[in-house]
C-alpha cells in the first residue's frame, strides 16, 4: 500500500515505534502509533503498546519508553491508560496520576480528558475507533476509545460534553482525529447490531453507514462515529480521519484479521 497520508496526518517511521503524527495546535502533541518500530515478538510483532494482551510486559515498556522518546522528549515521562471497557466512561486525568500509573490502568473508562501539562493520554485499539479530541486554544484533550458498544452508547459525544461541562471547552473549539480502525470493507457484523444502530437518533435522516453484502451487513463506524459529533454540533471541517482499515493494510494491529490474539495500537495526545 502507499505510505502516504493527507494533511494533518504525517507518517513518522523513523527508529522506534512508527507512528502517525497529527498537525495539533502548539503546544500540544498528538499521534497513532503503527505496528512497525517496536520490541515485540511473535503476535505482537513489534510496536505492541498493552500489557494486557499476553506479550512480554519488558518488551511493552521499551515500547512504550521509544515512543516516549520520539514524540515527548523531556515534556513526558510515562503514558497514561486506563481499562477499557468499551463503555462510556470518561476519566479526568492529572499530574498526580504520573506518580501511580499502575491505579490510574485499574480505572474503567473509555475515554481520558485533561487540562493539565505533562500528561500524556493514551487509549490502545486493535480494529475499534481510536480518536484524539484537541481543543484549538489548548485548554484541553482527550482520548477516546470506540468500538461499536461505544459508539451507541455515544462515548465521544459523552467526551465532548464532559470537555464542556469541566473545562469551559465549547465544541466549536474543538477538533477530532479518528485514527486508525476497521472499515467497511472487512467490518461484517449481523442484523441485530444494525437493528439497534438503527434506533439511534443522530443516524435518523443519514445514508451510507451501512450496506448489505453477501455474508451480512457492513457497518462503517466512521460514518455512525461523524454523524454522532456532528449532532453533537461539531463543524464537519473539524472532524479529521485517517482513512486507514486495521483490518486490510497490514500497517497496523486487527484483532480481526489476526484472530483476536495481537498487539495494540496506541493513539495519543498531550499538552506541553
Ligand atoms: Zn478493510
Given at each position: 500500500m502507499s505510505l502516504k497520508f493527507n494533511y494533518p496526518f504525517s507518517l513518522d517511521n523513523q527508529s522506534g515505534p512508527a507512528y502517525l503524527r497529527v498537525a495539533v495546535p502548539t503546544p500540544l502533541v498528538a499521534g497513532f502509533s503503527l505496528r512497525s518500530g517496536g520490541k515485540s515478538r511473535g503476535a505482537f510483532t513489534a510496536a505492541n503498546m498493552s500489557y494486557s494482551v499476553g506479550d512480554d510486559a519488558g518488551r511493552v515498556t521499551e515500547n512504550r519508553h521509544d515512543l516516549?522518546?520520539?514524540?515527548?522528549?523531556?515534556?513526558?515521562?510515562?503514558?497514561?491508560?486506563?481499562?477499557?471497557?468499551?463503555?462510556?466512561?470518561?476519566?479526568?486525568?492529572?499530574?498526580?496520576?504520573?506518580?501511580?500509573p499502575e491505579q490510574l490502568a485499574q480505572i474503567e473508562a473509555d475515554a481520558l480528558l485533561t487540562a493539565e501539562p505533562g500528561v500524556l493520554l493514551g487509549i490502545m485499539t486493535a480494529d475499534c475507533l481510536p480518536l484524539i479530541i484537541a481543543d484549538k486554544k489548548s485548554r484541553a484533550v482527550a482520548v477516546v476509545h470506540a468500538g461499536w458498544r461505544g459508539?451507541?452508547?455515544?462515548?465521544?459525544?459523552?467526551?465532548?460534553?464532559?470537555l464542556k461541562r469541566i473545562f469551559s471547552v465549547p465544541v466549536t473549539d474543538l477538533s477530532v482525529y479518528a485514527g486508525p480502525a476497521i472499515a467497511a470493507c472487512c467490518f461484517t457484523v449481523g442484523i441485530e447490531v444494525i437493528e439497534r444502530f438503527h434506533k439511534l437518533s443522530e443516524l435518523q435522516g443519514v445514508s451510507g453507514w451501512y450496506r448489505k453484502s453477501d455474508s451480512g451487513f457492513q457497518l462503517d463506524l466512521l460514518a455512525v462515529q461523524k454523524a454522532q459529533l456532528l449532532a453533537a454540533g461539531l463543524a464537519a471541517a473539524d472532524f479529521h480521519a485517517v482513512n486507514v482499515c486495521t483490518c486490510c493494510q497490514d500497517l497496523c494491529f486487527s484483532y480481526r484479521r489476526d484472530h483476536a490474539i495481537t498487539g495494540r495500537q496506541l493513539a495519543f495526545v498531550g499538552i506541553t
Open positions: 516516549l522518546q520520539k514524540v515527548g522528549g523531556r515534556q513526558f515521562t510515562t503514558i497514561l491508560t486506563c481499562k477499557q471497557v468499551h463503555g462510556n466512561s470518561c476519566k479526568v486525568v492529572t499530574g498526580q496520576d504520573i506518580e501511580t459508539l451507541e452508547m455515544g462515548v465521544a459525544a459523552v467526551a465532548v460534553a464532559e
